[in-house]
T-cell receptor
Framework: EPEVTQTPSHQVTQMGQEVILRCVPI?????FYWYRQILGQKVEFLVS????????KSEIFDDQFSVERPDGSNFTLKIRSTKLEDSAMYFC??????????????FGPGTRLTVL | QKEVEQDPGPLSVPEGAIVSLNCTYS??????FMWYRQYSRKGPELLMY????GNKEDGRFTAQVDKSSKYISLFIRDSQPSDSATYLC????????????FGRGTSLIVHP
């Protein structure tokens, strides 16, 4: 069964460093998402991406964040200058893009980001 | 008032028990309701998806939506140790961006 994959599974970085989190969405999906989950808290939406542009973003997704689909398979989240509070699990998700109510998102296993 | 409220637990039950997990919400525009299962340090996995009010059954799982009370439930029959996970409710509005609003999740422990 097709699945969303993410790399790395765990990333440790120093405060102020740039990190890039990578995702490979399901191949025939058209919509892509990033979420984060701080330990013990709920899953929070960051950004959605469709047709090579951001379609929606939350207030968390400030100028320190950017997303890119550099080729036909990868979808990346970049954090330019990491802060301690960026430590969280980051989930990528993708959706087929069907015009029907049962079209839902499929999540990857996540990247655990630890900022020291 | 938070949009989606969910008791974080943990909820500990013996194997074979019937489990009831619940969420309440405040936004009456929510029409789509989902339950995700999340194992430790893994991504959420969609379990059940319902539209509007009513019940939906899938194997040992039953999802129930009561829009008049703004209350949704997930029942697990004959619970197994492998059901031990965090269960997240999520919901969104029709015609929107398909971006769900999640609850905090309820941690379920099924002990043998």
């Amino acid at each position: 069964e097709p699945e969303v994959t993410q790399t790395p599974s765990h990333q440790v970085t120093q405060m102020g460093q740039e990190v890039i989190l990578r995702c490979v969405p399901i191949s025939n999906h058209l919509y892509f998402y990033w979420y984060r989950q701080i330990l013990g808290q709920k899953v929070e939406f960051l950004v959605s991406f469709y047709n090579n542009e951001i379609s929606e973003k939350s207030e968390i997704f400030d100028d320190q964040f950017s997303v890119e689909r550099p080729d036909g398979s990868n979808f990346t989240l970049k954090i330019r200058s990491t802060k301690l509070e960026d430590s969280a699990m980051y989930f990528c998700a993708s959706r087929r893009g069907l015009a029907q109510s049962t079209d839902t998102q499929y999540f990857g296993p996540g990247t655990r980001l630890t900022v020291l | 008032q938070k949009e989606v409220e969910q008791d974080p637990g943990p909820l500990s039950v013996p194997e074979g028990a019937i489990v009831s997990l619940n969420c309440t919400y405040s936004n009456s525009a929510f029409q789509y309701f989902m339950w995700y299962r999340q194992y430790s340090r893994k991504g959420p996995e969609l379990l059940m998806y319902t539209y509007s009010s009513g019940n939906k059954e899938d194997g040992r799982f039953t999802a129930q939506v009561d829009k008049s009370s703004k209350y949704i439930s997930l029942f697990i029959r004959d619970s197994q140790p492998s059901d031990s996970a965090t269960y997240l409710c999520a919901m969104n509005t029709p015609g929107g961006s398909y971006i769900p609003t999640f609850g905090r999740g309820t941690s379920l422990i099924v002990h043998p």
